[in-house]
């Protein structure tokens, strides 16, 4: 009988202890703003008003406080993911497990409208007719889809040939379809990252080869750019969601012979280079390109040849493009998703300038932001 | 404030039982009754008026009901009345105005715009349990309770305060004033707590997520395959969910003293319907039982009779669980299958007698056909209670029978795999096996050292889940 209420004096003091201690180390302990391995901002204390009570609001970020500025919360959230990987989950979080370390987001048919597509579709048509010569259109391939082969047994994607071939369909000059290359590609190279929903840079320079040949103009080897390893510590935004014990780091190459001198312009800001190595120290290492994604990025190169070139695109672009600097004096890259202002003044200013459509297939099939394009 | 959070966990949980055990015993209802209150307004912070007015107004009627009776005065009955009328009222006004409104827009085409009110969480719950109160006062079936303190506290009490179980007054009058909280019953609420804070965020919110998924699947991706995945995790979330939080009631119930009656006894073990609602939220149908049907009569006064009692329960019941056509058609579904069994049961009760007085065991084949028979029903209970809107019942249905759907998908056949150790995980965790095994296997010595590990095994997982943030909904917001 006593030791049974040694045992219960044990549970009791040990639990509601430990419990106490976790609470005592969210209020008292020091408060972190940022997440690295999810990249993304912490809830931080909220600001106590009767007004934000009666809402819920503090309540709210009271709740959001408590989860994400728990003690060795990494090790927790890993903790969990064992726990689903044990029952056999093979798809955390809307991400597959894939072989040899790599994570693949899930993206299923449901998920795709095949209207808003066909209007994307239209709108990019309607934007090319406009009076533009040389023009190409390039739907990155989902990274799911096209590495079949790393995908977990029985693991499902979104059907991209019906896509494809509807946009060929639409966009009949200045079309390009990578799949077949970057297949080939992918039997010796690694062109898409593992833990990253981006390509590589091998995977952006197969792009890269498929629109010089469009528009007929010389390739250089992948060699001439001097790919430099700038990280092989690089977990990106796949592992942000899977959150794996020992996960396979990937090794982050950025070409590194670029002409000089450069000027760029993000969003108004002016700077010397391309790169923002300040990146590199934290978990979106794929930002130091550019620091991350802008509504208008402006480069300039006196040197060049050629006039200018105008891509429409999404983030994979950012790594693409780099290859294409020494060519185009001027390079207007527009994100629609953050770019406000009239596209068509752009054009009239540039009327001889080339233009490139970049995206992520899934991405530009869920992109809300094209209508843009006619403004 | 939901049980299921790191700031109940971390926060609340350990204040309100460190202040409970270091107060003197005259004090602790003023600190449960405290700490409830800002329990219930962390999430219902204007809301939260409506439970203090309920709380006042059946302690007022309570006493008003004692003074008739002890000085014969004779309007005890309008007093009854007038709570009743009050509570329902305020459950009719806030739960089920909009449901009037707009059924009476569509019938006549008329323009009553809806009132769009939240409802208040928990409401169904404390005036099912005030108004037990004052019914049983007037019964003179329990003392009129004088102290305030000691009343408002057990209308507000944080444990069942928000999906029950629906504790009558009846239940808890005496452990109001009388209690002991002794170490082994501390140990044991929390482990028992534990177990629900497992049921709820590692089975019902991944059978939930799973059921979410499923749900908004189209196009190619939906088939017969992927329909009875989506309607079994909803059953396995339903039951995980709403068992889980009874569990953590009746657990933290015991940890301050109290003793709640059971909730869910292993429902889907049931043989027939009948067995499933003795075993299914056992006190809201005790509750009706004691209010409504045996008031109305019960079985007493002839089958005919009978049946339109079993009626107005299962209308009461079904529209109790939501204010929505789809719930009082699941009520008169079970209405249904009930009558059905009791007709069939009149004509094989002779024969079952019969077969017992002979000593035949049943056998495991009628035993089988009687859990499929149960579980099919039930599963196409909470089809029918899950889809609000017609045409979304309709294309489940469609796809459970195979009409017009293909049998699988790749998802399906994905999905089905990719989560079969975790169903069976859930089917086990549905049934007493466990329990049974753990009795059976385990030496005695053993059993309570490995129970508390085993809790504390729970404790930490649900820690994970909980602060990954993952799926994390709360069902009772209707209720």
């Not at chain 2, 019914?135 to 079936?141: A, E, H, P």
């Not at chain 2, 329909?227 to 009746?250: E, K, P, R, T, V």
């Not at chain 2, 006190?283 to 049946?307: C, D, M």
Request: overall charge positive; aromatic content about 16%.
């Amino acid at each position: 009988m006593k030791n049974r209420s040694i045992l219960q004096s044990i549970y009791i003091v040990g639990v509601l202890g430990c419990l106490t201690l976790f609470g005592v180390f969210i209020f008292a302990g020091k408060q972190k703003t940022f997440s690295e391995q999810e990249n993304r901002y912490l809830a931080t204390f909220p600001i106590v008003s009767w007004k934000g009570i009666l809402e819920g609001s503090v309540q709210k970020q009271l709740d959001n406080y408590a989860n994400d500025q728990f003690p060795l919360r990494k090790e927790w959230m890993e903790l969990s993911t064992d726990m689903e990987k044990k029952i056999g989950n093979s798809c955390i979080n809307g991400v597959y497990l894939g072989k040899d370390g790599y994570y693949l987001e899930q993206v299923l048919d449901s998920q795709i409208s095949k209207a808003r597509y066909k209007n994307n579709l239209k709108m990019v048509q309607h934007f090319f007719s406009d009076g533009i010569k040389r023009k190409a259109m390039l739907l990155v391939p989902s990274r799911g889809c096209l590495l079949k082969d790393k995908l977990p047994k029985g693991a499902v994607m979104y059907n991209d040939t019906d896509l494809y071939q509807k946009g060929k369909n639409y966009i009949n000059i200045g079309w390009l379809d990578i799949r077949k290359e970057l297949q080939r590609a992918a039997k010796t190279k690694q062109v898409y990252f593992k833990t990253d929903h981006h390509w590589t840079l091998q995977g952006a320079y197969i792009a890269y080869t498929a629109l010089q040949k469009e528009w007929g103009n010389k390739t250089v080897p992948y060699e001439t750019f001097l790919p430099t390893r700038v990280s092989k510590h690089f977990l990106g935004t796949m592992y942000a969601k899977v959150l794996e014990r020992h996960p396979q780091e990937d090794g982050l190459d950025i070409p590194k012979a670029l002409p000089q001198p450069l000027k760029v312009t993000c969003d108004g800001e002016v700077r010397q280079g391309i790169y923002v190595e300040e990146k590199l120290q934290g978990n979106d290492k794929y930002a130091v390109y550019f620091g991350g994604n802008y509504g208008i990025v402006e480069i300039e190169n006196p040197k060049a040849t050629a006039g200018t070139l105008l891509v429409i695109k999404d983030s994979f672009a950012n790594s693409l493009v780099p290859m294409l600097i020494g060519q185009y004096k001027k390079i207007i890259m527009l994100d629609l998703r953050y770019y406000n202002l009239s596209v068509k003044k752009i054009v009239q200013e540039n009327p001889k300038a080339d233009v490139l459509v970049l995206y992520e297939m899934s991405n530009f099939a869920k992109e809300e932001h094209l209508y843009k394009l006619l403004n | 404030m939901v049980f299921s959070s790191i700031i109940f966990l971390c926060a609340f949980l350990p204040i309100v039982c460190i202040g409970y055990f270091l107060l003197p015993k005259r004090l602790r209802n003023m600190w449960l009754l405290l700490l409830s209150l800002l329990f219930y307004a962390y999430g219902e912070p204007v809301y939260i008026c409506i439970m203090v007015f309920s709380t006042v107004f059946d302690y007022t009627n309570g006493r008003i009901i004692d003074y008739c009776k002890k000085h014969g005065k004779k309007w005890d009955k309008y007093i009854l009345v007038l709570s009743v009328v009050g509570n329902l009222g305020m459950l009719g006004y806030f739960k089920y105005t909009d449901f009037l409104l707009s059924t009476l827009n569509q019938l006549f085409g008329s323009q009553f715009s809806l009132l769009s009110l939240a409802l208040p969480i928990g409401i169904s719950f404390y005036t099912f349990q005030t108004m037990s109160y004052t019914i049983d006062v007037y019964l003179g079936k329990v003392q009129c309770q004088k102290n305030f303190v000691d009343f408002s506290m057990y209308v507000c009490l944080f444990p069942q305060l928000i999906a029950g179980p629906i504790v009558k007054y009846s239940c808890v009058e005496k452990q109001l004033q009388n209690r002991s909280v002794t170490i082994a019953n501390v140990a044991n609420g929390f482990s028992r707590f534990t177990i629900g804070l497992g049921k709820k965020v590692l089975l019902a919110n991944q059978a939930g997520a799973l059921y979410e998924q499923m749900k908004s699947l189209t196009d190619g991706d939906w088939s017969m395959s992927v329909a009875w995945l989506a309607a079994i995790s909803y059953m396995f979330q339903i039951y995980f969910d709403f068992s889980g939080y009874s569990d953590m009631a009746i657990g933290l119930g015991k940890m301050f003293g109290f003793t709640f009656p059971e909730n869910f006894y292993y429902p889907y073990e049931a043989k027939s319907i009948t067995e499933f609602w003795r075993r299914w939220h056992m006190t809201l149908s005790g509750w009706f039982r004691e209010y409504v049907y045996i008031p109305l009569g019960g079985n007493k006064k002839g089958w005919k009779r009978q049946i339109i009692n079993l009626f107005i329960v299962w209308f009461l019941t079904g529209l109790w669980h939501g204010a929505g056509w789809n719930f009082v058609v699941w009520g008169m579904y079970y209405f249904l299958f009930l009558v059905l069994e009791k007709g069939i049961w009149q004509i094989f009760k002779k024969k079952q007698n019969q077969d017992k007085r002979c000593g035949k065991k049943e056998n495991s084949l009628a035993a089988l056909w009687k859990h499929t028979y149960t579980l099919l029903v039930v599963l196409f209970g909470w089809v029918l209670f899950s889809c609000e809107k017609t045409e979304q019942l309709l294309s489940m249905l469609k796809a459970m029978v195979g009409n017009g759907v293909k049998i699988s998908s790749p998802i399906g056949v994905y999905s089905w795999t990719n989560t079969i150790l975790f169903f069976i995980l859930l089917a086990i965790g549905a049934t007493s096996l466990p329990k049974k095994i753990a009795d059976h296997v385990v030496p005695t010595v053993w059993k309570e050292p490995l129970y508390y590990l085993y809790s504390c095994f729970l404790l930490v997982v649900s820690i994970a889940f909980l602060v990954r943030g993952s799926y994390n909904p709360f069902l009772y917001f209707r209720f």
